[in-house]
């Protein structure tokens, strides 16, 4: 982990996201914590993160998204050499599909 974000006040944060419990709990909580822009650039971001890994290409990523290439290569660069933060949500997405499909939910 980056020692630089590892303060109290990021720790601070990172306990009250893991309080929610719904998905209208995050909204009501990201929409009081971020503006529309920061948000919409976060949820960007991982789109991004969700296209690089399906290969996609910048141009197509750009295209569908509106990101810029920097922002492309910000998010491929933490991919490759980052704190595996992505993948594990990726991981737990997928799981978490796995068994909505074998529960009949999709």
Same mark, same amino acid.
């Given at each position: 982990?980056?020692?630089?974000?590892?303060?109290?006040?990021?720790?601070?944060?990172?306990?009250? &996201? !893991?309080? =929610?419990?719904?998905?209208? *709990?995050?909204?009501?909580? /990201?929409?009081?914590?971020? @503006?529309?822009? +920061? &948000? !919409?650039? =976060?949820?960007?971001?991982? *789109?991004?993160?969700?296209? /690089?890994?399906?290969?996609? @290409?910048?141009? +197509?990523?750009?295209?569908?998204?509106?990101?810029?290439?920097?922002?492309?290569?910000?998010?491929?660069?933490?991919?490759?050499?980052?704190?595996?933060?992505?993948?594990?949500?990726?991981?737990?997405?997928?799981?978490?599909?796995?068994?909505?499909?074998?529960?009949?939910?999709?």
């Amino acid at each position: 982990m980056n020692k630089k974000i590892k303060t109290a006040e990021v720790e601070h944060l990172i306990d009250a &996201l !893991l309080c =929610l419990k719904t998905k209208e *709990e995050c909204y009501n909580f /990201l929409e009081d914590l971020c @503006t529309v822009n +920061e &948000l !919409l650039s =976060l949820s960007q971001r991982f *789109e991004v993160a969700t296209m /690089l890994r399906e290969h996609k @290409t910048y141009l +197509e990523i750009a295209k569908k998204t509106g990101a810029s290439t920097a922002t492309i290569s910000r998010v491929n660069r933490s991919l490759n050499y980052g704190s595996d933060g992505y993948e594990l949500i990726f991981a737990r997405l997928a799981k978490k599909d796995d068994r909505e499909t074998e529960n009949g939910q999709y």
